[in-house]
């Protein structure tokens, strides 16, 4: 999958404050995805994004 910074990722499991939607800030190896309901940040595996991704809206 091709991923940019700035777009909103759905992913599969709900964040302990209700939001499935993150915005990436970073792409490589790892990525930077931040929660749209909290604010949270978090570095997650590649791998683990592309497995886990439902939707990807285009920034």
Request: contains cysteine; charged residues 35%.
């Given at each position: 999958?091709?991923?940019?910074v700035?777009d909103?990722?759905?992913l599969?499991?709900?964040?302990?404050?209700?939001?499935?939607e993150?915005?990436?800030l970073r792409?490589?190896?790892?990525?930077?995805?931040?929660?749209?309901?909290?604010?949270?940040?978090?570095m997650?595996?590649?791998?683990?994004?592309?497995?886990?991704?439902?939707?990807v809206?285009?920034a």
């Open positions: 999958m091709d991923f940019e700035g909103i990722v759905k599969k499991k709900k964040h302990p404050c209700g939001s499935q993150w915005e990436v792409v490589g190896a790892d990525f930077r995805l931040k929660c749209s309901g909290c604010g949270h940040q978090i997650v595996p590649r791998k683990l994004v592309e497995k886990n991704v439902r939707a809206k285009k």
